[in-house]
């Protein structure tokens, strides 16, 4: 949170993200096991793992934790900072993909060696505000966990009706 997304000449500060915990997390790509589509996943930490989303919207997350885990976190929102012309919007991951030209051809780069896809340190500490995940309630309870970070104070983090946090039960 509060860190750089840079891609060539864009840069976006990282202003909302959602934990994954691996194959156990039934939210979690991983849950499936290796499959051509988690191999980045279920590889090694300090790559991009960016997969086609409801047939239309690339999605970017950052491989955490052991080599195998599945663990990662999904970049959520960015707010526009270098690189954009005219008004953007970099809410939700699909945008945020759009906006940082980061497609599917970017799966598995290393973001930690200072290539073409990487991130710079943040400038100033964020309100870190916490919720249930977004659109996955067909989790169940895993849906429910507070792992969504957000900026509280930015207003680049994405709009939500509550029906789309958690798995829609009462909490």
């Known amino acids: 949170m509060g860190c750089f997304l840079v891609h060539g000449p864009r840069v976006g500060r990282i202003v909302e993200t959602e934990a994954y915990r691996g194959p156990k997390d039934l939210a979690c790509h991983a849950r499936v096991g290796l499959t051509k589509?988690?191999?980045t996943l279920l590889g090694v930490p300090g790559h991009a793992y960016v997969f086609l989303i409801y047939g239309m919207h690339d999605c970017m997350n950052v491989v955490c934790k052991a080599d195998g885990?599945?663990?990662a976190v999904l970049l959520r929102a960015v707010e526009p900072v270098a690189g954009f012309s005219g008004e953007l919007r970099g809410d939700g991951p699909g945008r945020l993909a759009r906006i940082m030209q980061i497609a599917r051809s970017h799966d598995g780069l290393d973001v930690c060696e200072g290539g073409v896809l990487g991130f710079l340190p943040r400038?100033?500490?964020p309100?870190?505000?916490v919720s249930a995940r977004v659109g996955v309630g067909y989790a169940g309870?895993?849906?429910?966990k507070p792992w969504r970070f957000f900026d509280a104070r930015s207003p680049?983090?994405?709009k939500l009706g509550a029906a789309t946090l958690g798995s829609g039960r009462s909490r």
């Open 141 to 144: 309870s895993w849906a429910d």
């Open 69 to 71: 885990s599945g663990h």
């Open 156 to 158: 680049h983090v994405s």
């Open 127 to 129: 309100s870190v505000g």
């Open 123 to 125: 400038d100033r500490r």
């Open 37 to 39: 589509r988690t191999r």
